[in-house]
């Protein structure tokens, strides 16, 4: 094999695959990436045998072939080497490595053969649904509910989104949750996922997506089938198809939280009452990170006690749009408010609630088909 390429294209597919592979693994082909060549472009593939990463790009081809190097020595190599070089790669049959030439920088480094590379991706047939999506319709959706997801790996059907068609409603569903919070997103069902399957996509296939979705300059294409999907982004250098198998679990069932009706609402301006939440935590401190809200008629208290390492206490008072006489008080985990309110995007939030016993359920005003929903706490008895 002999190519020849631009040092920032292949700089970028191999750091799109260095953060796709194992970096500990006792199976040397898995720190690899595999490279080979297609008529005129190169195909770059990255694996942990969950995710895959295939990157396809022009280059000049002067000799076909195809092998596997050492993708992190690859990606540091070129990260060192200046924008815009171009970058000769050729396998030596004398040495049995690979040479990699930039300028008056040269590079022999050893090489596995391709044939000791996995097969990963899944033939298009495979697939029971596939439909297309704006690149940040889809980034969006995918943003806003993730900061809810588990960090609990023995909870390992919650550390994912669960991303379902529902029929009823004919819309298309991000759901993340950790049991005490919960974040959802929902659009208009796209075409051609009528007939998509209720999936939990793992936490690094999300991140990964993420990123690979800042690049699309196009609509992207989902593949999904019961075990697996396959997200195809296509750039102005490159066509990257990255697929995951899907965590095998069942995610809880949420309809119950989405279709709660509450007796009381309030309306709160998302700036002034993420600021104030953020004040008011300064004092408090891992290991007890409750705040109480106190609510009274067009006025809302946030109060936090610092715990046993006190810090002292914070209050402070901030006006919102709550038309009932009933003074009622919650207690919630600072962070998890803060997170829900960093996420409002739009001017005001409203918060529907009934009693301390019952979760509150937030949106912001304006924009339909985002809901999050948080469990309150027990004053007495919480402890980190």
Known sequence: MHIR????????????GQSVIEKRTTLLILGHTLIQTQNESVIVVSTDMVMSLSESFACEVLEEGSLCVPTTLIYEILKKIRSNVVIDLMFSQQSAQIILSAGRSRFEIPCVSSDEFPRILQENN???CHFVIPAPVLKSMFETVRFAMSVDEMRYSLVGINFSYDGDSNVLRAVATDRHRLANVEI????GSLDMPSIIIGKKMIGEMVKLLDEANEPVSLAISETRIELTVISDKSTAILGSRLIDGSFPDFSAILNTVHEKKLVAGTKVFAEAID?????????FRMIKITLSKNLMRCSAIAGASSNGTADEDIDVDYDYDELIEFHFDVRYLLDIAQHIDSENLEISLTNPDMAIAVRPVGINGVFFALMSMAPTTYSE
Request: hydrophobic letters at 40%; glycine letters at 4%.
């Open 126 to 128: 495979e697939f029971s």
């Open 5 to 16: 390429v631009n040092r920032d294209v292949f700089l970028t597919a191999f750091s799109h």
């Open 188 to 191: 208009q069902a796209p075409d």
């Open 279 to 287: 004040r008011v935590g300064t004092v408090v401190n891992d290991k």
